[in-house]
């Protein structure tokens, strides 16, 4: 052994990155790792798939499949299993440290990637493969792949002249940068921004459960005895639906809203201002006349054409609904003597007075009935009804914090497919949202390799001693990761560029948004949804009044997406972005589309990490909706067998989506499943806007 060599093998040794992972199911063991391990983790680890990288150029042999394509597959291993454990932390458990490697290493990362994919020696093997491929004799996951290659290097710029491929790459990294600072910014500003409810008459209409996770979030911040409203979705938006005082909703609300937006240290509008410019010139340079044109030509919907007649058709419905249930709170509000005009920080107030007037539902009762334990293993038995999985608790698996779960997945069989994690709780170490990502995804080109599948949700901890109750949102948004999450763990396919939910953006909330009709179903409901303290189920007529309100205030609801959605699209559709205004052209976007001046949008741009904290749902935001086109029309399949377990219809499911990756196109895989595409007739009648009625009439 020569002594770089011995170097190497001892830095090894003292980096648990850098050394096998010897225990069960080769899960990274996070008691071991710290944040210094991760910069020399990830210099090894690039140094080593540039190395992979510079053999498959320089093979001599004529580019076929193995020596070109299956190289690409099996290189930069190392560096995938330090960035999955990388971005796994930076997401749910970070701190300042780690937040200091991101920043570090975002623009190094997105520079590595972009010497790969602007190659052109590289890309010309890609190039030839697919040339060739009639007389290669390929299986149509192979094709497949090939295609998904072949695209994303011409999508990347490896085609273009040295001039511009060197803007793109300069381009990448500086979108990389201000993407980890935007991130950083949103999460800053969620961490230190609370409010502190000094006195019993600051709780004025909280209910228990609320008033508890505010006692909790107040003993995280050191502040025993008090109570804390911070900005995490699952307690902001209960005080603002619950507190009957009108100043601390206003209060709680700006602070919500202005995340990202106070002209201070963590400000993103600039941000977002290059962010806009840096995407248009990347498709000019492309040869696309927009960012958004660019973005959508590799996805289901192809045009921001086809987003804005979809979004545009669902749009007056929810608006003409929206603008009814406006009516009906404003009178409510003068009933109870309220001389003002209803505003944002209203609506969610008065819209739960006026459920409970119109439905006779209460969050506040139905709470009890939503057991985080109980909606977990409501997801869990819907996935062993349809898939015939089994979920077993591991206590013996390496985790990123004491609060997160480990199960062992198995099939029907009592084979072993996956490990699935559940890290449920909110914290200020961690990001906002829910969401699934992986620390290992499933392949067969290195072996049957199982995936390590991760659901970060951020619910409000019960009080010591208490279950942790959940909304009935709360618990669809559950189902929600948890379709995801078996995205991931029911995969079957050889290639990882084709595994789990790399899928097309607007494909890949189908799984998700698909399984939250079970969550909704009397029969899972009736058997999951018992009261905490007594072990009753939901009463029957709860039950039946909660499902008949459930399209209650789906104007709202609908118009806070699609105007996110939509300013998402307009932003990406500048062709230029000089001297851009972010507020001036949000609030002008909003003008424009009608926006009453009591809704806000779901996601304002200085906070909106969809799409600026990353490229993932840049000009995609839309892609819920899209989706849930999907989604409706899928679950009518079940329905119309009359049994929503209907075996063969779950196997086709499977088969098709949950289990296939990207192995077809989006649209071949639905129409496999379904037999056709579906119109957006199922979409507008789930959210109860068919005729767009108010919601006291739906």
């Not at 109860?688 to 006291?696: E, N, R, T, Y």
Request: charged letters at 25%; aromatic letters at 10%.
């Amino acid at each position: 052994m020569n002594p770089q060599t011995a170097m190497d093998a001892a830095a090894s040794a003292k980096n648990p990155l850098l050394a096998p992972w010897n225990n069960a199911f080769e899960v990274p063991p996070f008691a071991e790792i710290l944040p210094d391990h991760f910069v020399p983790a990830f210099e090894q680890a690039m140094a080593e798939h540039d190395s992979e990288i510079a053999a498959i150029i320089a093979n001599p042999a004529s580019p076929d499949f193995e020596n070109t394509i299956a190289a690409l597959e099996l290189s930069g291993r190392a560096l995938s299993r330090t960035s999955d454990v990388f971005f796994a932390l930076s997401g749910a458990d970070t701190n300042d440290a780690i937040m200091t490697v991101e920043r570090e290493m975002s623009p190094r990362l997105a520079a590595h990637y972009d010497a790969i994919y602007l190659n052109g020696d590289l890309s010309s093997r890609v190039e030839a493969v697919f040339q060739n491929a009639a007389s290669l004799n390929l299986t149509d996951e192979q094709t497949r792949v090939l295609e998904r290659y072949r695209t994303a290097f011409r999508r990347a710029g490896a085609h273009l002249p040295p001039a511009a491929k060197k803007r793109l790459a300069e381009i990448g990294q500086r979108l990389a940068t201000l993407g980890t600072a935007f991130s950083q910014n949103v999460l800053t500003d969620e961490r230190d921004t609370f409010i502190v409810l000094e006195t019993e008459a600051d709780l004025a209409g909280l209910p228990d459960f609320l008033r508890a996770a505010a006692r909790e979030a107040a003993e995280e911040r050191g502040l025993a005895g008090k109570h804390v409203i911070t900005l995490s979705r699952s307690i902001v938006e209960p005080f603002l639906q619950y507190s009957s005082r009108r100043d601390l909703r206003e209060k709680a609300f700006r602070a919500w809203m202005t995340r990202g937006d106070n002209n201070n240290a963590t400000d993103n509008k600039a941000i977002i201002a290059e962010t806009v410019a840096l995407r248009a010139e990347r498709a000019k340079l492309l040869g696309f006349r927009t960012y958004a044109d660019y973005r959508l030509d590799d996805s289901m919907a192809k045009t921001p054409g086809r987003v804005r007649d979809l979004l545009g058709e669902v749009w007056p419905r929810a608006l003409k609904r929206a603008l009814a249930d406006r009516d009906a709170l404003q009178a409510l509000a003068q009933a109870e003597g309220g001389n003002f005009k209803i505003a944002p920080w209203d609506w969610r107030y008065y819209a739960e007075k006026l459920r409970k007037k119109l439905h006779d539902v209460d969050e506040a009762a139905i709470k009890p009935y939503f057991q985080l334990d109980k909606i977990i293993a409501a997801a869990f038995d819907t996935a062993h009804r349809l898939f015939g999985l089994q979920f077993k608790p591991r206590e013996d698996i390496p985790v990123w914090h004491p609060d997160v779960r480990v199960w062992d997945v198995t099939d029907a069989k009592g084979q072993h497919v996956a490990l699935f994690f559940g890290d449920y709780f909110a914290r200020p170490s961690k990001h906002s949202g829910a969401w699934m990502t992986a620390l290992r995804e499933q392949e067969k080109l290195r072996g049957n390799i199982r995936p390590l599948i991760i659901n970060v949700m951020n619910f409000a901890k019960g009080a010591d001693g208490e279950p942790t109750l959940l909304s009935f949102d709360d618990a669809r948004t559950l189902f929600h990761e948890f379709g995801h999450a078996l995205h991931g763990l029911l995969s079957d396919v050889t290639y990882p560029t084709i595994s789990g939910t790399n899928v097309d953006t607007d494909f890949v909330e189908l799984p998700s948004q698909l399984y939250e009709h079970w969550f909704e179903q009397p029969d899972v409901l009736r058997r999951f949804a018992v009261h905490y303290r007594t072990g009753e189920p939901i009463p029957e007529e709860l039950l039946a009044r909660l499902l008949k309100a459930r399209t209650f205030n789906q104007g709202c609801t609908t118009l806070e997406y699609v105007s996110s959605a939509l300013v998402d699209l307009e932003f990406h559709s500048l062709e230029s972005a000089d001297a851009l205004d972010v507020t001036e052209f949000e609030r002008k976007t909003l003008d424009k589309l009608g926006m009453p001046e009591e809704i806000v949008m779901r996601h304002r741009s200085p906070h909106f990490q969809h799409v600026f904290a990353g490229g993932g749902y840049s000009s995609a935001y839309y892609s819920y909706m899209w989706s849930e086109v999907l989604d409706a029309d899928a679950f009518r399949a079940f329905e119309e067998t009359g049994d929503i377990f209907d075996k063969a219809t779950a196997e086709r499911l499977r088969d098709n989506i949950y289990a296939a990756g990207g192995r077809r196109t989006s649209d071949d895989a639905y129409i496999g499943f379904r037999g056709k595409l579906p119109s957006v007739d199922a979409l507008l009648a789930r959210r109860g806007l068919v005729d767009a009625v108010p919601s006291g009439e739906a």
